[in-house]
């Protein structure tokens, strides 16, 4: 089916990556934000293996409000796949204005509530280590800056692509990610693989003069980089050796142009 989400945590559901305690919690509603990453976990949940969790998800899907859900499905960017899906259910989309908001149609579960403001970045950390995974990936959607960019670094793959599809997060938030060196190479790879990411300059350039970036990642972005940023790469002696040379054939280019 398609839902037209490819959000990084829906697609490790998508690929049956997530075990079943995680996706119990998520047929609940409990992670997705927006309309249509929360819609497309239901659906991809409600025909899941196992009965506990398709269940639950189709319990979930009989509690959306009607109304507002007629109306969301409407939207001129939801596939004829989710129409049909609820049009089986009985849900027809409404001949009324389309539902533009993405506010959740059912309220995710908040989960375990924030430290305080003043408290220090040590006691976030051991605070959030020591949640269970679902309640982590809770907090990497819906908790606050400092508990994602503590989240991101987290050694379970899909803490960390919770924090990349939480709708909280922001291009500069992403840019951050981007120049991080301690943080996963899968992490800078979903980044450097989301086109409506690399295509925004500071995200691009931060990945390429990123060292832990795959080189794959970077070899690519490469010819997009500016003069300034060219340079840094090949005087960055931390930086891999194909991709120096990558950058020092681009500079060469550039001053044959020149000349």
């Given amino acids: 089916m398609d839902t037209s989400h490819r959000s990084p945590l829906f697609e490790m559901f998508a690929r049956g990556e997530v075990p079943a305690d995680v996706r119990v919690v998520a047929a609940r509603g409990a992670f997705a934000l927006a309309t249509h990453e929360h819609l497309a976990l239901l659906i991809l949940l409600s025909r899941d293996a196992d009965a506990r969790v398709a269940e639950t998800a189709n ?67 051991t605070r959030l280590s020591k949640m269970p995974v679902a309640d982590r990936i809770k907090r990497a959607m819906l908790g606050s800056r400092e508990e994602r960019f503590i989240l991101i670094r987290d050694n379970n793959r899909m803490v960390a692509s919770a924090v990349l599809s939480s709708p909280k997060v922001n291009e500069s938030d992403i840019e951050s990610v981007a120049k991080m060196v301690n943080v996963s190479e899968d992490v800078l790879r979903i980044i450097g693989n989301a086109r409506g990411w690399v295509k925004k300059y500071p995200i691009a350039s931060a990945l390429a003069l990123n060292p832990k970036t795959p080189i794959a990642v970077s070899l690519a972005l490469v010819p997009r980089l500016v003069e300034r940023d060219i340079k840094i790469l090949v005087r960055d002696r931390n930086m891999p050796e194909p991709l120096r040379a990558a950058a020092r054939r681009v500079m060469s280019n550039q001053d044959s142009r020149k000349s």
Avoid: H, K, M, W
Wanted: hydrophobic share 40%; net charge negative; aromatic share 4%.
């Fill in 59 to 125: 319990e979930t899907l009989d509690r959306l409000p009607r109304t507002r859900l007629a109306a969301f499905l409407a939207r001129p960017d939801v596939s004829s796949d989710v129409r049909e899906f609820f049009r089986a259910r009985g849900i027809e989309v409404t001949g009324g204005p389309a539902e533009q908001t993405d506010e959740p149609l059912i309220a995710a579960e908040a989960g375990e509530a924030p430290a305080e403001d003043n408290a220090d970045r040590e006691a976030t950390a």
